[in-house]
């Protein structure tokens, strides 16, 4: 039987495009320089770097060992030239909340709030936190999943511009609690441009 860094050899890419990857690695999404893959009949995940982020995968492995498995995090299991292997965790991410009208609740995001605060306990500094690298599981506990860019040096307002976005709106009463992709994508590009009030 092939391990998962023999499958990881088997993975091609055409730059930053996925072009194939072994049947055991079941492809679950993809983001800016990494895709992850769900491995097959096991509760682990592999995160992949695009050729020109493998460097990448050493930097995040120190983060999450810094992190030391905490509970807020997905546990590291291993890491390869490229890659990571993590547990797995089953759940919806903040982002697929609001498109399915699954409340975000305001315990929710406390339990964020603890998350980034261990991280920079730990001499972190928190970045890049999106609708879609928060998750919350099947046990209803809040997940991080994506820690690379924990150690960049400038302050990023992502985070505290979702809160404020969070307690001025959503927190509303008649406030929608469900909202079609094209409309999320939508105010993420308005909000990138410094378009939005927040």
């Known amino acids: 039987m ?8 088997h993975i091609d890419f055409n730059g930053d495009c996925l072009v194939d ?3 055991q690695l079941q492809w679950i999404g993809q983001g800016r320089s990494a895709v992850v893959f769900k491995v097959e009949d096991t509760n682990h995940a592999v995160k992949v770097f695009y050729p020109r982020f493998q460097a990448l ?10 992190l030391s498995n905490h509970d807020f995090f997905p546990r590291l299991i291993m890491e390869g030239e490229g890659f990571l292997v993590l547990e797995y965790v089953e759940g919806i991410t903040f982002y697929d909340c609001l498109v399915q009208g699954i409340a975000i609740t305001p315990d929710m995001v406390l339990k964020v ?12 500094n928190p970045s890049d936190i999106h609708l879609k690298n928060m998750m919350l599981t099947k046990e209803n506990e809040v997940k991080i999943i994506d820690v690379v860019r924990f150690t960049q040096q400038q302050e990023c307002s992502h985070w505290p511009d979702l809160k404020k976005a969070y307690y001025t ?20 590009r308005l909000y990138r441009k410094r378009l939005l009030p927040i």
């Open 2 to 9: 092939k391990t998962i860094k023999e499958w990881v050899t």
């Open 21 to 23: 990857s072994p049947k």
């Open 57 to 66: 995968a050493e930097k995040e492995a120190e983060v999450y060992r810094k």
């Open 113 to 124: 709030d603890e998350a980034l605060d261990f991280a920079r306990k730990k001499g972190l």
């Open 169 to 188: 709106y959503y927190q509303r009463r008649f406030f929608p609690k469900k909202y079609p992709r094209v409309v999320i994508e939508f105010i993420i």
